[in-house]
Structure formats: C-alpha cells, structure tokens
T-cell receptor
C-alpha cells in the first residue's frame, strides 16, 4: 500500500531564505509523486510531478523536487522564499490501481519579512 | 480553459438536514473524483468516476452519502442526513485519464459546516 509522510506540519522561513519541505513515501510499485500547493480557501494547484525519467523535477514558481529512491524521499525546495509562497503544501503519491492520490497531512509554510 | 467548477462554495446547515454539492469538471476530462478534506489533513478519496461509472466508491459512507454523474459530465455529491462530523471541505477533481502520470485538477471546494 502507498503512503506519504510529511515531516513538519509548520515551517517558517525568512523572505529570501531557502525553502525545504520534506516528504517521504512508501510504495509497493514504482511511485508517481506530486506536490500540490493550497492557498487559503482555494483548491489544490499542481506544483510539479515525478513520473519517470529525470529525478530532478522543476515546477512552477521556482520550486523543484528531487526523487531519491534509495531514501524514499521527494523533498520540495526553492532557493529564495517570497512572501507569496506562504501557503499549505501537500505531497502525494499515486494510489496505483485505485487511481486516486494519497496525500500527506500537509506542511504550512510561513514566510517572514 | 475553464477549471473545475464547484458550487456552492460555502454551506451551513443544521444536523440531520440534507445537502448537495455540484461539480463541473474540465471539458473532455473523463475521470472525476470527489475528495474529503478534514481540517489539518490532506484530501482523501470518496469516489472516482470513469465517465458515468463509479469505479471506486469503497471509501464512500453509503449509509448517508450518495453520488451520481449523469451523462459522464457533471457530478453531484449528496449527504442525507448530515452529521456534525461531516463538517469539512469537499473537493472535486478531474483528469484526462486515470493513469498514474495524469494530473488531477482540483476545484476550489465546498466548505460545509454542520451545526
């Protein structure tokens, strides 16, 4: 069965600092991994996804994530945080034959001026 | 291109009342999902449709929840009767297919409060 663990329910960084949001997964099949962002009172927006191929995936808004099979990780990074990055971030793994996404509990990112 | 549309955006009802949520997926998307998002949690699948067929409803509490997707386009999710624990955000998503590489596009959600 697939599962996702996001370390840290709340991360706070200063504007301009590195953003690192951690995600570890468990999957019985080759994983397809996703990062979504949710702004207050809005739905989820895809940041990036890993399917196959290159393990470093670049997404929107300057975010990227690296798939590390040996560490079962898919951490999200951004070199320099902006105030507009403040939101909740969800890591997800595809549920295989079920067709759904299995989400972590989310990490709320705060950006201090 | 229009995104996934959901209505209403907010709903407040008293317990034991019925409630319905509506979803219009992205044009051409055959796969439609309803997810439940409790406060402080990630979304969890309630039901998945391929066209008009519900192919995975194993997580749908069938004693009080029902869903339909007439003509394989719009979908409605109903709760009857609602309970206090149903207060949550109900998200609809759609994708061009059910394969693992497909991106699921989410609507803004319906925030339900049961009093």
């Amino acid at each position: 069965a697939q599962s996702v663990t996001q370390l840290g329910s709340h991360v706070s960084v200063s504007e301009g600092a590195l953003v690192l949001l951690r995600c570890n997964y468990s999957s019985s099949v080759p994983p397809y991994l996703f990062w979504y962002v949710q702004y207050p009172n809005q739905g989820l927006q895809l940041l990036l996804k890993y399917t196959t191929g290159a393990t470093l995936v670049k997404g929107i808004n300057g975010f990227e994530a690296e798939f590390k099979k040996s560490e079962t990780s898919f951490h999200l990074t951004k070199p320099s945080a902006h105030m507009s990055d403040a939101a909740e971030y969800f890591c997800a793994v595809h549920g295989g034959s079920q067709g759904n996404l299995i989400f972590g509990k989310g990490t709320k990112l705060s950006v201090k001026p | 291109e229009a995104g996934v549309v959901q209505s209403p955006r907010y709903k407040i009802i008293e317990k034991k009342q019925p409630v319905a949520f509506w979803c219009n997926p992205i044009s051409g998307h055959n796969t439609l999902y309803w997810y439940l998002q409790n406060l402080g949690q990630g979304p969890e699948l309630l039901i998945r449709y391929e066209n008009e067929e519900a192919v995975d409803d194993s997580q749908l509490p069938k004693d009080r929840f029902s869903a339909e997707r007439l003509k394989g386009v719009d979908s409605t999710l109903k709760i009857q009767p609602a309970e206090l624990g149903d207060s949550a955000v109900y998200l609809c998503a759609s994708s061009g297919g059910a394969g693992p590489q497909e991106t699921q596009y989410f609507g803004p959600g319906t925030r339900l409060l049961v009093l």
